[in-house]
């Protein structure tokens, strides 16, 4: 007699007898149920499958893992290329709206040949980050280039190491030095050195610097001062008293 393999709950058809097995315990389905599994053809074998094909599905799962491992470092290449396969005017017109969306009014974008550059002033260095880190996360095919205003004034107010000279900041690209100065020539030789070095973004650089006047330089140390019209009156700690007539433009 061949041997039959039982499946629970599956019955067993032996000529006239049904036989079904399970669990004793387990929720039984009802004879109508059994009568159908019975009466039901059975369902075809599985086909076999080979080591051959169990090694091929291995390795495609190991490979498709690699490659979605891989997918982030990537995806900065892809999005390189991709921006480098960007149509200039598209770029120059996205770069655009970005420095409008930041409100960096003196800065502007430029296209040389196929490359597109962002120049010009940010009045800090925060900005200058913050424009580069946005340039760099939505269109990292875009080269920034800019001055800050604020490094630009920096860097003369250090030349000069002259407390009595103003530095300032006009707007478009122009700086101003101004003042009464003890080294006047020697504060406007050393702005002709640093001129060059300050870049094209500074467009002009003012320069208005005056010898100071002795005779109506205020004393290092004092300990009254009075300013009245046309007349300087100081008294120093050794109790001498200084008057001094100023010109009008010194006056104001």
């Not at 036989?19 to 004793?24: K, Y």
């Not at 973004?201 to 004393?219: G, N």
């Not at 009156?233 to 100023?246: A, R």
Request: a negative charge; hydrophobic letters at 45%.
């Amino acid at each position: 007699m061949p041997e039959t393999s039982f499946v629970a709950f599956q019955p067993v058809r032996f000529g006239p007898l049904v036989l079904c097995v399970g669990d004793a315990g387990a929720d039984w389905p009802d004879d109508v149920a059994l009568l159908e599994r019975l009466l039901s053809p059975a369902p075809p074998p599985a086909p076999r499958t080979s080591r051959r094909n169990i090694v091929r599905t291995a390795v495609g799962a190991v490979l498709a893992l690699a490659a979605a491992a891989l997918l982030p470092s990537l995806q900065p290449a892809f999005l390189s290329d991709a921006a480098a396969r960007q149509h200039p005017e598209t770029a120059v017109n996205q770069a655009k709206g970005l420095l409008k969306q930041l409100g960096f009014r003196e800065a502007h974008v430029a296209q040389v040949g196929t490359r597109v550059l962002i120049e010009g002033l940010v009045p800090s260095s925060a900005d200058a980050a913050r424009l580069r880190a946005q340039v760099r996360r939505y269109h990292p095919g875009v080269a920034v280039n800019v001055a800050v205003v604020d490094e630009v004034v920096a860097t003369l107010r250090d030349t000069l190491a002259d407390p009595a000279l103003s530095v300032r900041y006009e707007g478009n690209g122009v700086f101003s030095v101004s003042g009464s100065s003890d080294y006047a020539e020697r504060a406007s030789r050393r702005i002709a050195d640093v001129r060059s070095d300050l870049g094209p973004e500074v467009r002009a650089l003012h320069v208005e610097i005056s010898q100071q006047d002795p005779s109506i330089k205020t004393p290092d140390n004092y300990d009254a001062a009075l300013l009245a019209d046309d007349l300087h009156y100081v008294e120093t700690p050794d109790g001498t008293k200084h008057m001094t007539s100023l010109p009008q433009q010194a006056a104001q």
